[in-house]
């Protein structure tokens, strides 16, 4: 929704622009110089609208208590897009206050119906954003978390702020080098919390090995998280010697994927159960199914807990990672 205001904020300027070319130049009506520095700081300030939207759709939700607001401040947003469009409507058809209101009635009614009309065609295809949750994925996504330093190599490491239920008994806090790959223990995270990541999801696309997916988990009640594809429809999967097999094949990450450390584990801590793909539990995959592993593999409820994922299950794969904008990446 976020991203739609956006859009619209950009589309409105675009539309006065080239009102502004057919009425004064293709017309020859060039407006006065006072005129003209107003209809530019109307634009500019819609220029600063959208990049506020973008903000709001990258910082709000992160920020402990605010996502509640998040629809508050958004209309806020409408209604200053509102008054600045009417503002440079005055100055586009000088004349009474109800020329200028009808002309912006007009003008509202046309966006609505070419918004309503894009949102039906194209919602299939369009981007949304979503907060990630957990630690699952760390480091390449980051839930809530704290920093501290990583006890091999000394680069930084990452701890979920909050433990699976799970581990919630276990008193060990694990964290995730973001350099070096290494888990182990930490005992003195930094106390800032830092924010979670806000990445765009795009649908309709079909997975590949090693793409970031969200996916609406077939354990717990309309629950989603993002996870890495390692297993693609028709193949056999194992996890051993810390790596993930696919027909008899060991798979090593590509360059751009930045996880060439990673260890993938068969078990999971504390788990007494059979895993799914364990060296002696090997898994076909059905047409339709996918295999999903988290990054951070000793904290990571995945396929190895609760099997394979169906084709309808998957919502998207990830894209970019929006926010914050120290770790702004394309992802695919």
Aim: with cysteine.
């Amino acid at each position: 929704m976020k991203m739609l205001v956006t859009l619209v904020i950009l589309i409105n300027l675009v539309v006065f622009v080239l009102v502004l070319y057919f009425r004064w130049v293709l017309r020859r009506e060039p407006p006065s110089r006072a005129r003209t520095n107003r209809i530019m700081a109307g634009g500019v300030g819609m220029v600063f609208l959208a990049f506020a939207c973008y903000l709001m759709a990258g910082v709000l939700p992160t920020i402990e208590g605010m996502a509640e607001y998040e629809d508050t401040i958004l209309l806020g947003a409408v209604l200053v897009w509102l008054l600045l469009s009417l503002l440079l409507l005055r100055q586009l058809w000088p004349g009474s206050w109800r020329q200028t209101m009808g002309a912006a009635a007009g003008a509202w009614l046309l966006m609505a119906a070419v918004l309503a009309s894009m949102a039906l065609a194209f919602e299939p295809w369009l981007m949304t954003a979503w907060t990630v949750q957990g630690s699952t994925m760390a480091p390449t996504l980051l839930g809530p978390h704290f920093d501290a330093m990583c006890p091999r190599c000394g680069a930084t490491a990452h701890v979920g702020n909050e433990l699976n239920e799970h581990w919630a008994s276990r008193q060990d806090r694990l964290g995730i080098c973001r350099l070096c790959l290494n888990t182990s223990p930490i005992d003195d995270p930094k106390a800032k919390r830092q924010p979670a990541d806000r990445i765009l999801i795009e649908p309709g696309q079909t997975p590949e090995r090693w793409d970031l997916v969200l996916v609406r988990l077939p354990v717990g009640e309309d629950k989603v998280a993002v996870m890495r594809v390692l297993g693609l429809p028709g193949e056999v999967i194992v996890i051993k010697e810390q790596g993930v097999w696919v027909d008899g094949v060991r798979q090593n990450p590509p360059k751009e994927a930045a996880i060439g450390f990673i260890q993938y584990e068969s078990n999971l801590d504390g788990w007494d159960k059979q895993t799914w793909a364990a060296p002696d539990k090997p898994v076909q995959l059905q047409a339709d199914e996918y295999f999903l592993l988290g990054d951070f593999s000793r904290r990571s409820m995945d396929s190895r807990a609760f099997g394979p994922v169906k084709r309808d299950h998957i919502e998207g794969v990830a894209a970019v990672i929006l926010w914050p904008t120290t770790r702004l990446r394309i992802l695919k």
